[in-house]
């Protein structure tokens, strides 16, 4: 064995631990966010900080640095896109960001993160935003001292950006979405002149037991593997990831509202989809994972809404949804159902929103995280400037706090700047990779209506999950694409969809 093959052999080992001590605090997590009792809270703290300071320590190990050093000559000689010059070249970039956080801070934020999420879970049911600024006021100063350890950037949000979607700018994305908001304003506001559609047969009783199941058997279809996988109940959907032999989502059933379950289950599904379809052979090191919150998000929004929340779709499902619930929607047609599951109204809560309108939801975030961080919004006043961003973009505001500011987990179980961008951008790019997938496999919307989904679900795998994070976001659009982030074939697919439901 060669001095470089013996080195990259033991860098691999190293990772391995951390990525298995990772995965053992996402478990941790997974089971506080499922089953937990709350008693638990204080005990999970502990136990998640201490499982991230121990996976921080190791990976800032200076003989990790060693062995990236001396492996730079064998990473400098191989092709660009091979495994082992792409696990040299991203795990030095990781290690480089890491070993500017020490592990005591890390271990910090994330005890306060889980006592976050805790105060979260029980405040927002009550309204009672007052419970949680001290919270959110700690997270806001841990998000400015994380931010400074990596000196130098144009914007405090630029370092908290790169943490979920490396390589992105807050300047850039400010302008993709000055940009994005310009084209959507427009357009919803000539839906919502229409009168609204009728969506009350979504509205009716749907027992959760066969809601579960209905969307067990969808995902089943798209290619989710259940013998690497499992779907639970939660309060916020979510997807998190093991092993490539143990990628779990998490949904939220409302008995009262078929779709909120059924597109949070797509939705986290698509998520899913991505890390079950990683190369195996990356398994236990830093190429094992979604590149990026957009790209990820760009798989989710392409399962929830592109696929269904598409027609095709509903031509081969509706029927099967029809003889799950006879009763309620066994006298509904395939086209009032259709128009109903693609309402377009001005709506208060993100998760819930349409297409046409959920990017407004995500830029008004963006922008109300950036005025925290550069000190021109208080956590206190918070609720008034979420209400007044409402008024302004949506045209509404929520007349409680639960329904407003306190509606996301994110800033209460994580860090306030980089959490709420990737969702637009995966929106533009969900459309953008869908129009690339149709040029090269033009079948793919005749074989959906047909309940298949092999020629997309392959075109995905082959073009995008397989790869996990060998390549940047940037980089990974340019190679799947031949361009950058473009909203343009974004704006396409909702004026072409919404142009016939609302006849524009």
């Known amino acids: 064995m060669t001095s470089s093959a013996h080195k990259l052999g033991e860098l691999k080992i190293r990772l391995r631990e951390v990525s298995d001590l990772n995965s053992a605090g996402a478990v ?3 089971d506080q966010a499922t089953y937990m009792p709350p008693g638990g809270a204080e005990a999970r703290g502990r136990q998640v900080a201490l499982m991230a300071r121990i996976a921080q320590e190791k990976f800032i190990d200076p003989a990790v640095g060693k062995l990236l050093d001396d492996l730079q000559p064998l990473a400098e000689s191989l092709p660009y896109d091979s495994d082992d010059a792409s696990l040299i070249r991203v795990t030095r970039r990781e290690y480089e960001k890491a070993v500017r956080i020490p592990p005591d801070f890390l271990a910090l934020f994330s005890e306060h ?3 976050g999420y805790q105060a979260w879970t029980e405040a927002r049911p009550a309204n009672n935003f007052k419970k949680t600024i001290p919270f959110l006021e700690k997270t806001l100063d841990l998000s400015r001292r994380l931010a400074d350890f990596f000196p130098g950037y144009e914007h405090i949000a630029d370092p908290l950006i790169n943490f979920a979607d490396y390589g992105m700018k807050t300047t850039t994305i400010r302008k993709i979405f000055s940009a994005l908001s310009g084209r959507l304003v427009p357009l919803v506001q000539a839906i919502t002149a229409q009168d609204p559609r009728d969506d009350s047969c979504l509205k009716q009783f749907f027992p959760e037991k066969e809601q579960l199941a209905f969307g067990e058997m969808v995902i089943k279809r798209f290619g989710f593997d259940f013998s690497r996988g499992r779907q639970d109940k939660t309060h916020h959907p979510f997807e998190t990831r093991f092993s490539s032999g143990d990628v779990r989502i998490a949904t939220r059933i409302q008995e009262n509202d078929f779709g909120d379950g059924f597109f ?9 989809l991505y890390e079950q379809g990683v190369d195996p052979a990356l ?9 990026s919150a957009a790209l990820h998000e760009s798989q989710s929004r392409t399962w929830e809404n592109i696929v269904s929340r598409g027609r095709p779709f509903w031509e081969y499902f509706y029927p099967e949804l029809q003889k799950t619930f006879p009763d309620q929607l066994g006298s509904v047609s395939l086209d009032t159902f259709y128009r109903a599951i693609n309402r377009v109204s001005r709506s208060l809560i993100r998760t819930d929103a349409d297409e046409v309108t959920y990017s407004l939801h995500v830029i008004i975030r963006f922008e109300l995280e950036l005025k925290m961080l550069e000190g021109a919004l208080e956590v206190k006043d918070l609720p008034e400037a979420w209400n007044t961003a409402y008024l302004e973009n949506l045209g509404i505001a929520p007349s409680k706090d639960s329904e407003g500011c306190m509606q996301d987990v994110h800033w209460f179980g994580g860090q306030i700047g980089g959490e709420f961008q990737g969702y637009a951008l995966g929106n533009i790019l ?3 990779f869908y129009e690339e997938a149709l040029k090269a496999r033009p079948e793919i919307p005749l074989e959906i209506s047909g309940g298949k989904f092999d020629a997309l679900h392959g075109w995905l795998r082959e073009n995008i999950y397989r790869h996990g994070s060998k390549f940047t976001a940037p980089e990974l659009i340019e190679r799947v694409t031949g361009r950058g982030i473009d909203i343009e074939p974004y ?5 072409v969809k919404y142009g016939e439901l609302y006849t524009l």
Not at 264 to 272: C, D, L, N
Not at 491 to 495: D, F, T, V
């Open 283 to 291: 398994e236990g090191t830093p190429l094992a994972q979604g590149t």
């Open 430 to 432: 969900s459309a953008q």
């Open 264 to 272: 949070s289950t797509t939705h986290e599904s698509g998520h899913a």
């Open 28 to 30: 941790l997590y997974w």
């Open 113 to 115: 993160s889980s006592a």
């Open 491 to 495: 704006i396409r697919y909702l004026r």
